[in-house]
């Protein structure tokens, strides 16, 4: 079975880190690009940060640049965000995404496959 599943969230307090992991079952993460979303409540869906494949290149939103860090280890399978001096407005449901091919894009429109997503709380 083909899956994404997202670990590492949790409540933290303003100003600290989390670390989120992506690992992916069934296939092998090296030909693809992965994408890094959030959405909060009644808020829509936002790309936040992306790898692509083969050169790593990353991209990142404005409003997460210097705080989070994109990474991927493809022999575990694995892509991962570091998330430090973490505000209350970073509070939501974030998921990891791939597509198949080379992109950095931050649309969800360009990702095929979906985590279930793992909840981050930023509050004291």
């Known amino acids: 079975q083909v899956q994404l599943v997202e670990s590492g969230g949790g409540l933290v307090q303003p100003g600290g880190s989390l670390r989120l992991s992506c690992a992916a079952s069934?296939?092998?993460?090296?030909?693809?690009?992965v994408a890094w979303f959030r959405q909060a409540p009644g808020k829509e869906r936002e790309g936040v940060s992306s790898?692509?494949?083969?050169?790593?290149?990353?991209n990142y939103a404005d409003s997460v640049k210097g705080r989070f860090t994109v990474s991927r280890i493809n022999a575990k399978n694995t892509v991962y965000l570091q998330m430090n001096s973490l505000k209350p407005e970073d509070t939501a449901v974030y998921y990891c995404a791939a597509m198949l091919g080379w992109t950095t894009s931050l649309s969800p429109t360009n990702y095929n496959t979906w985590g279930q997503g793992t909840q981050v709380t930023v509050s004291s």
């Open positions: 069934g296939f092998t993460l090296d030909p693809y690009s």
């Open positions: 790898i692509r494949r083969s050169d790593y290149s990353t």
